[in-house]
């Protein structure tokens, strides 16, 4: 049995789905109701892959909202909480979606490992950045030549390159796409010059630097919602994956000039999956879309792999990110793309 840890995207949000859900008590309550609510196993799904084979899984909702990440001992709480629900559900392998992952690394919940009487058994779950990697990785190569963009000569930067994702993405970028630049942007230096020394090359530009050179911009981190851009200063065309949580780039900037904003680490499964749980996480086709790193736990379940396979920092390697990107493909999975979009724009 795989499991899905998520969270709603605001208070308000989170309230509307508790009425919904048939949880009145909660969902009349203020957000100090809502810092000490449990954990909800709130749905059970079940999922058969293209090769046939059917698995179970189950969505618990951690009951934290983005309104509690400034409160550390409630957000640790809400995370841990939920970890030991799906530990004690006997589920397998569970995903750290959204905020959760973040909480986990950031606040170094490794040291936690105790839960009241349950110790979580850190094998049984994965952040989901592996497979998260591999899906922006493909959205850049699959995406930018539709827009007319050469990757063997185009500038691509990585907004966040020094994180779990962005470094994975700037490995898989500069040693199998074979991109003509690599931009590196990050706050940190030192963490971005043992990334070039790493990849043996490579740009450390601040944003405002990288952005008017950058054919293909990749955003894997979380942005302050005051981010200007000003989309004249933009190549024409830019490819911009938001790859980022919460998703809010194409408010910013989509539709201006040669600017083209695709959601990042969003893949889509080949049929529907009965479940309402991607309704909470403002899908296009909540039925079929998911986050990549959700779809983690859904491929190490369909292939048996039961262990903690993205955990850590720094720690994905090319070979992990094919493991899992064949898996994506072989069990009906693809990544999100601008055909749609492109369509739409040219009817
Ligand atoms: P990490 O914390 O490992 O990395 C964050 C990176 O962003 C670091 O390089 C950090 O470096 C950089 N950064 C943070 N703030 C800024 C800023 N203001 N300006 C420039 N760089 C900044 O995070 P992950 O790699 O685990 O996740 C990255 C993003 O991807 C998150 O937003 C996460 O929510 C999202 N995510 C999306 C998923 C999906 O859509 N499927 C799944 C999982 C995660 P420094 O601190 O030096 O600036």
Redesign the pocket.
């Known amino acids: 049995m795989f499991g899905l840890i998520g969270h709603s995207t605001s208070f308000e949000a989170a309230r509307r789905k508790a009425l919904e859900l048939g949880f009145d008590h909660i969902a009349e309550g203020d957000l100090d109701v809502w810092c000490s609510a449990p954990p909800q196993l709130v749905e059970h799904v079940e999922v058969t892959s293209l090769t046939g084979k059917t698995i179970q899984g189950a969505y618990i909702d951690s009951c934290f909202v983005p309104e509690m990440l400034s409160r550390f001992k409630t957000a640790r709480r809400k995370v841990l909480n939920a970890m030991e629900l799906a530990q004690k559900k006997g589920i397998n392998i569970t995903a750290l979606?959204?905020?959760t992952?973040?909480i986990f690394?950031?606040f170094n919940l490794l040291k936690h490992q105790t839960i009241r009487s349950t110790t979580l058994e850190w094998e049984r779950f994965t952040?989901?950045?592996t497979?998260?990697?591999w899906?922006?990785s493909r959205q850049v190569e699959i995406n930018a030549p539709l827009l007319g963009i050469d990757l063997s000569k185009a500038r691509v930067a990585v907004?966040?390159?020094?994180?779990?994702?962005?470094?994975?993405v700037c490995r898989w970028l500069t040693q199998r796409t074979g991109i003509k630049e690599l931009l590196m942007?990050?706050?940190?230096?030192q963490?971005?010059n043992d990334l070039r020394e790493e990849l043996g090359g490579g740009r450390i530009l601040s944003?405002d630097e990288a952005l008017p050179e950058a054919d293909v911009v990749v955003?894997?981190?979380?942005?302050?919602r005051t981010?200007e851009i000003d989309a004249d200063r933009l190549q024409n065309p830019c490819l911009m994956i938001d790859?980022?949580?919460?998703?809010n780039l194409d408010s910013r900037v989509a539709g201006e000039g040669g600017v083209h904003v695709l959601?990042?680490?969003?893949v889509e499964f080949g049929s529907d999956i009965g479940w309402t749980m991607m309704e909470i996480a403002e899908m296009e086709k909540p039925q079929r879309q998911m986050?990549?790193?959700?779809a983690e736990a859904i491929l190490l379940e369909f292939e048996a792999c039961h262990t903690n396979f993205s955990w850590g920092?720094?720690n994905i390697t090319l070979e992990k990110m094919d493991f899992i990107g064949a898996a994506s493909m072989r069990h009906g999975f693809t990544t999100l793309n601008l055909q749609g979009q492109l369509q739409a724009a040219a009817a």
């Not at 907004?159 to 994975?168: H, L, P, R």
């Open positions: 979606g959204g905020f992952s973040i690394e950031n952040t989901g950045n497979h998260t990697a899906v922006i907004v966040g390159a020094t994180g779990d994702i962005g470094s994975a942007v990050a706050r940190q230096q963490p971005l944003l955003w894997v981190a979380s942005m302050p981010l790859g980022g949580y919460p998703k959601k990042g680490g969003i986050f990549a790193c959700f920092r720094n």
